[in-house]
């Protein structure tokens, strides 16, 4: 299993920026954005759960209302967009995949390598 992640950068506060995940060598139920920032710890952004009507979403309470996740099943990728970026948004973002939220919460999970945002002020 690969995640492969592209789309970070730097963008000055107030911009928008999209990353993309690629997934190959498997299917997965839920699949979500966490980041890390400097000094802290890694902290889930978004995830999407498979289902009817085209999932269920869940977000970090600081990003709700200018982040959207959405996915792909067909072309098995999970995407973020990011708009009204602040500076406290700069962390490395992890794409993560798993079967379950369970089974993610208990370390069965796939990560990528990681992109950098920087939101400069």
């Known amino acids: 299993v690969q995640l492969v992640e592209s789309g970070g950068g730097l963008v000055q506060a107030g911009g928008s920026l999209r990353l993309s995940c690629a997934a190959s060598?498997?299917?997965?139920?839920?699949m979500g954005w966490y980041r890390q920032a400097p000094g802290k710890q890694r902290e889930l952004v978004a995830r999407?759960?498979?289902?009817?009507?085209?999932?269920?979403?869940n977000y970090a309470d600081s990003v709700k209302g200018r982040f959207t996740i959405s996915r792909d099943n067909a072309k098995n990728t999970v995407d973020l967009q990011m708009n009204s970026l602040k500076p406290e948004d700069t962390a490395v973002y992890y794409c993560?995949?798993?079967?379950?939220?369970?089974?993610?919460?208990?370390?069965?999970?796939?990560w990528g390598q990681g992109t950098q945002v920087t939101v400069s002020s």
């Open positions: 999407i759960i498979a289902g009817s009507g085209g999932g269920t979403t």
């Open positions: 993560n995949a798993g079967s379950s939220v369970l089974a993610i919460m208990r370390g069965a999970a796939y």
């Open positions: 060598g498997g299917t997965f139920n839920v």
